[in-house]
């Protein structure tokens, strides 16, 4: 079993960053991957960004290229998603998500067995 929560979200204008948080506990092999994804009502759940390979590895949605960056530190068992640039498209409920392995691409959510309950973003313009 794993275990996700997330924090850091919030309210910002468009231009500003906020970084946001998932610790982690539990199996370690079930948190091979780890992602962040986002989700708007009566959209579909997007991926965003994943981590994996220890560390040595990350994917992005070419909607936040070069914007945001995940990353993790392993004494804490948390992965972090700093947020830069924001707009106000990025608004959305954000979710961290967990996997042991990847049978589609990683940016897939049908591959991620473990969910955090989300942290608000709101950006204004």
């Known amino acids: 079993q794993v275990q996700l929560v997330e924090s850091g979200g919030g309210s910002v204008q468009a231009g500003g960053s906020l970084r946001l948080s998932c610790a982690a506990s539990g199996s370690t092999y079930s948190r091979r991957f780890m992602g962040w994804f986002r989700q708007v009502p009566g959209k579909e759940r997007e991926g965003v960004a994943v981590?994996?390979?220890?560390?040595?590895?990350?994917v992005y949605a070419s909607s936040v290229k070069g914007r945001f960056t995940i990353s993790q530190d392993n004494a804490k068992n948390t992965v972090y998603l700093q947020m830069n640039s924001l707009k106000p498209e990025d608004t959305a409920m954000y979710y961290c998500?967990?996997?042991?392995?990847?049978?589609?691409?990683?940016?897939?959510?049908?591959?991620?067995?473990?969910w955090g309950q989300g942290t608000q973003v709101t950006v204004s313009s």
């Open positions: 998500a967990a996997a042991s392995t990847i049978s589609t691409a990683p940016l897939y959510d049908d591959n991620y067995d473990y």
């Open positions: 981590i994996y390979n220890g560390g040595y590895s990350t």
